[in-house]
């Protein structure tokens, strides 16, 4: 069975689901490390999202990565809810 490439809505609401933190508990590890996008634009993302603990490092035990982080991930959910 060929798995089915990611499109702007599905990336959009794994970006959201993360910020709140209602994901599945594989659901951002898959993303981030062996989903299939549909766009070069969603791999651009992808990468991006993988970085943003380096980038903007968390300052509180347990977060993935700072406010500024956190404001990336909103405007690409912004930008692919957009389109």
């Known amino acids: 069975m060929v798995a089915k490439k990611l499109g702007n809505l599905e990336v959009a609401q ?3 689901n993360f910020l709140e ?3 599945g508990p594989w659901e951002w590890d898959d993303f981030i490390s062996v989903g299939e996008v549909e766009s070069e634009r969603l791999r651009q993302i992808q990468r991006r999202a993988n970085l943003l603990s380096k980038d ?3 300052e509180k ?3 993935f990565c700072n406010e500024q982080g ?3 991930m909103r405007r690409y959910i912004e930008e ?4």
């Open 61 to 63: 035990p347990g977060e």
């Open 80 to 83: 692919l809810r957009s389109r």
């Open 70 to 72: 956190r404001e990336v």
């Open 21 to 23: 933190g209602s994901g």
């Open 14 to 16: 794994i970006l959201e």
């Open 56 to 58: 903007f490092p968390p």
